[in-house]
């Protein structure tokens, strides 16, 4: 089976990527390497925008898979425009060519911060989305328009990811449990911006299963399936982060409590993704932190801009090269 992803070299594609080529798919990968290229060698590379392929370029293709666009809430609120033509536009475009290429199936990077600030209630796929910022509605508006097009020879499965957090070789440390491992690291403190908000947390190494297990689910399964390793509170993600560190390195880690209003709070059902693509995450909090601590020789340069999407995307829209500038810290 031969498989594209469009963003494959961010966070996510780069540990996907490798698992793909292990259990001996064909990957070819089609991006802008805002972020460098972290990839493995056997995959193909297309350094281009997804708006510049073509339906013939799609044809060679049995699933295509989105992991493409500005991915976090504050790059979304740097620039909307480009927010919506990224997150919106450019998924939308890349399923219908997907379709018209006679692909079998679009596979969606999508977002549980569709669902936006929720009652504490648990949230399965059929309760209200109610995100009002940029980020959360460009999701839901790429998420969409693919599943428009499902048909009898056309699959899409949308996975509503939760905040993902672990080692991946392209790293990001503007992710929840990764910011609080950098600054434990770093200052011995870890900030929690608001104990009581619900946040669904997904490890990396369980995303890249949700994207295998869509992959291989039966080509007659379409739809919107929620993943997460768990939901916690934030305020009991700082413990289990603090504890996990502690012992692990036998140093004392700071708390340091903040009542910062937050947009988003919720936490969702994965039942949907568990009876039918058989998804079962594997990670707890604990095995994140191990996962970050075993591969920190990797990435002891804390402040690189890289690790930041914001810090980077400043950057690039500025018209600073982000490698130089990383390599001059
Ligand atoms: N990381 C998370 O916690 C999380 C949670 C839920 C959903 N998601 C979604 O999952 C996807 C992957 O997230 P990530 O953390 O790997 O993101 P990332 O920011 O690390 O990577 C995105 C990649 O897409 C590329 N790209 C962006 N626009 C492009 C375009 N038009 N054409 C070609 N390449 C383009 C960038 O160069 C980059 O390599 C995103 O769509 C994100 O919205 C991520």
Avoid at 22 to 34: A, E, S
Avoid at 70 to 83: G, R, V
Avoid at 155 to 161: E, M
Wanted: glycine fraction near 6%; charge should be neutral; proline fraction near 4%.
């Amino acid at each position: 089976m031969k498989l594209l992803v469009a963003g494959g070299a961010g966070y996510v594609g780069s540990t996907l990527i490798t698992k793909l080529l292990d259990r001996g798919y064909k990957v070819d990968v089609v991006d802008l390497f805002w972020f460098g290229n972290h990839l493995p060698r056997p995959v193909g590379i297309l350094n281009k925008d997804i708006f510049q392929l073509t339906e013939e370029d799609l044809e060679p293709y049995d699933q295509v898979i989105f992991l493409a666009g500005l991915s976090n809430d504050p790059m979304a609120e740097y620039s909307p425009s480009k927010n919506f033509v990224y997150n919106a536009a450019a998924p939308s475009y890349l399923a219908y060519t997907a379709k018209k290429a006679k692909v079998k199936r679009y596979i969606y990077a999508s977002s549980c911060s569709v669902y936006g600030y929720t009652e504490n209630e648990l949230y399965d796929e059929t309760r209200p989305v109610s995100s009002s910022y940029p980020y959360g509605i460009s999701k839901l508006q790429g998420e969409q328009a693919a599943l428009q097009l499902v048909g009898e020879d056309f699959s899409v499965i949308s996975l509503r990811k939760g905040t993902i957090s672990g080692y991946s070789p392209r790293m990001r440390f503007d992710l929840i449990i990764n910011t609080m491992f950098k600054n434990a690291m770093k200052d011995r403190t870890i900030t929690v911006n608001n104990p009581s908000i619900w946040r669904p947390i997904l490890s990396i190494q369980d995303a890249a299963t949700a994207y295998i297990r869509a992959i291989e689910a039966n080509h007659k399964i379409s739809g919107v399936f929620n993943v997460a390793s768990g939901n916690f509170t934030v305020g009991e993600v700082g413990d289990l982060v603090k504890a996990a560190i502690e012992e692990r390195l036998g140093i004392s880690i700071n708390l340091s409590i903040k009542h910062i209003q937050d947009f988003r709070n919720y936490k969702v059902s994965i039942e949907k993704a568990k009876n039918v693509l058989s998804f079962h995450p594997a990670d707890d909090l604990k095995a994140i932190v191990t996962n970050l601590i075993d591969n920190m020789d990797k990435f002891q340069d804390w402040d690189n801009p890289l690790y930041s999407n914001i810090a980077s995307f400043k950057a690039l829209e500025s018209g600073i090269e982000i490698h130089a500038m990383a390599k001059a810290l």
